[in-house]
């Protein structure tokens, strides 16, 4: 039988005699030291997710890149270390390159994966000397006079995947990239702009734990890309496979075998691509498997309501977790100093935000509880912070992040209240 806490407690966070800890730090003392809510971030953790995708793919093909998707967590922190193991960066957005810039990456490393971006975006990121993956030739089209000397467009292979519908990016429906049916158009077309280096680049969904999604999406991608090396006499310089490496939420999912995928993708890389000696760069875009389990959240249960059902009511909102509420997303929860404690009750656990989709779990097995208990939320290091806000008026936590010598070191502080009015001006004749 698996261990409800043993399964999403991954090394270096682990259960002693039912107390959650990281390394010799008790979190929920620690917590009660710097107040709730608070993220805690595991550095070994975000090394061990690195290096379990670049050993696997690095062991099949050796000129292989990670560029890290920054919208999954995009504290600079987290982004230097990744930076500091060889990894590039993904951004969606100007605010997300300056953040990596920030964070020390050089232009070389750094991608652009916008959708219907503005002019001046693009050609703000064509002066930055960023490769982009367009994700339409209208793009190009907008900035034809400047354009940057590569260019990769955006594919929809026609399939997708993910574990909600609001996260499956690729297939009929999908609002992003070019249906296969018109890319030959586009890449000519780019031609006659007197284009000549080029790249490709996809991204199918997010979240997926199974194996046979990326062989089946790769196949479509690798053989569209050969198709178009054929027709067009293109040389790819890089083909970008996207993100969505998936991970456990739930208890009994399977977490993905990396080397599994990475051998997958690579035979067919080399089934319906790699030809002769060109060798071209084979770039993944990872954002979840890289950080989801490294982080924990950690929040105080504030009072609670037992009539018809149970209600656990926390200082954890949708303003900081947001993914139950826009997806139904399911995060293991657990109270940090009650680990082996039996699950007794059916709780729904919300948070103080005055919505009634500020539910952070329903109808889940839940031990006693006291108010002033500490609980703890599991994969919360992606999609998390990067989509938190001040709903409400509450403020966003404090981030720390534990180094693999088990220092502890504030990453981001806590807002303050000034935060809340900080780009506001009151015209003067509102001020009395
Ligand atoms: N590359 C591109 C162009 C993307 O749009 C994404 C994610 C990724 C890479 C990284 O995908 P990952 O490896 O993390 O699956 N907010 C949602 C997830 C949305 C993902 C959007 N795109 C959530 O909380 O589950």
Not at 118 to 133: D, M, Q, R
Not at 233 to 248: A, K, M, Q, S, T
Not at 337 to 354: E, F, M, R, S
Not at 415 to 431: A, F, G, R, T
Request: proline share 4%; aromatic share 12%.
């Amino acid at each position: 039988m698996v261990d409800i806490n043993d399964y999403f407690l991954v090394k270096p966070f682990l259960n002693k005699n039912g107390n959650l800890y990281i390394y010799d730090i008790n979190l929920a003392e620690f917590s009660e030291e710097r107040g709730t809510p608070l993220l805690v971030t595991s550095e070994e953790r975000l090394e061990n997710n690195y290096f379990s995708i670049y050993n696997s793919f690095q062991k099949f093909y050796k000129k292989f890149r990670i560029n890290y998707a920054v919208k999954a967590n995009s504290n600079p922190a987290i982004l230097s270390i990744f930076r500091k193991l060889g990894s590039g960066a993904d951004v969606a957005s100007l605010g997300e390159l300056f953040i990596a810039k920030f964070a020390g990456f050089e232009k070389e490393m750094i991608s652009f994966t916008p959708n219907y971006a503005s002019k001046e975006s693009l050609e703000f990121a064509v002066k930055s000397g960023i490769t982009i993956n367009f994700d339409d030739i209208s793009q190009l089209e907008l900035i034809k006079e400047s354009h940057p000397e590569i260019v990769s467009f955006r594919l929809n292979p026609g399939i997708g995947g993910g574990e909600f519908p609001g996260i499956v990016t690729g297939g009929h429906g999908s609002k992003f990239g070019i249906p296969e049916a018109h890319i030959s158009k586009v890449y000519k077309k780019a031609m006659e702009l007197g284009i000549k280096r080029f790249g490709i680049h996809m991204h199918g969904g997010s979240n997926n734990l199974n194996v046979e999604y990326f062989k089946k999406i790769t196949e479509k991608f690798f053989n569209i890309a050969s198709n178009l090396r054929k027709e067009l006499d293109i040389n790819f310089e890089f083909l970008d496979i996207g993100g969505g490496f998936g991970v456990p939420y739930r208890i009994n999912e399977i977490p993905l075998n990396m080397e599994e995928v990475a051998e997958g993708i690579i035979d067919n890389f080399k089934k319906y691509y790699l030809k002769g000696k060109d060798e071209p760069l084979l770039i993944v875009e990872p954002g979840r498997y890289l950080v989801a389990d490294s982080t924990i959240l950690l929040g105080k249960v504030t009072a609670i309501k037992n009539y018809d059902k149970k209600i656990i009511g926390t200082d954890i909102g949708m303003n900081i977790l947001i993914r139950p509420a826009l997806y139904n997303a399911y995060h293991h929860i657990a109270i940090a100093n009650k680990l082996d404690a039996p699950l007794i009750d059916d709780v729904t656990i919300v948070g103080q935000i005055c919505e009634n989709t500020d539910k952070i779990a329903e109808n889940r097995k839940f031990p006693e509880t006291e108010v002033g208990d500490i609980i703890c939320i599991f994969n919360s290091g992606a999609y998390v912070f990067s989509m938190s806000s001040n709903y409400n008026g509450f403020l966003r936590p404090e981030e720390i992040l534990i180094s693999k010598d088990s220092n502890i070191y504030t990453i981001r502080e806590r807002d303050d209240y000034l935060d809340l009015v900080k780009n506001v001006k009151i015209p003067d004749h509102l001020i009395f």
